[in-house]
């Protein structure tokens, strides 16, 4: 079955940068779109970017645009989430996703 495993979250201070990943299995990943959405505490769940399955077109929502870089390596089977000058907005759980399904989520706190 379709395996989603994230990793890679953590604290940083405001300014810091982390690098999520997405381990998959199950499908054929080389073929799949992938994205990435993210939880912040007390809201609802956000898309935050989404690449195609070559890797040639990438998009992302306005509030990480400049900042976020979402890239993918089809033989490690893994999406990245390349997060660059983190706001404390920031902080939420980050989940990737193939359509409807998404992982367990890695916890991202940015605080000083």
């Known amino acids: 079955q379709v395996q989603l495993v994230e990793s890679g979250g953590g604290l940083v201070q405001p300014g810091g940068s982390l690098r999520l990943s997405c381990a998959t299995s199950?499908?054929?990943?080389?073929?799949?779109?992938m994205s990435w959405f993210r939880q912040a505490p007390g809201e609802g769940l956000a898309w935050v970017s989404s690449?195609?399955?070559?890797?040639?077109?990438?998009y992302y929502a306005g509030f990480v645009k400049g900042r976020f870089t979402i890239s993918r390596d089809n033989d490690k089977n893994t999406v990245y989430l390349q997060m660059n000058s983190l706001k404390s907005d920031d902080t939420a759980v980050y989940y990737c996703?193939?359509?409807?399904?998404r992982g367990q989520g890695t916890q991202v706190i940015v605080s000083s």
């Open positions: 199950g499908f054929t990943f080389s073929s799949a779109d």
């Open positions: 996703g193939k359509g409807s399904i």
């Open positions: 690449i195609d399955s070559a890797g040639d077109k990438k």
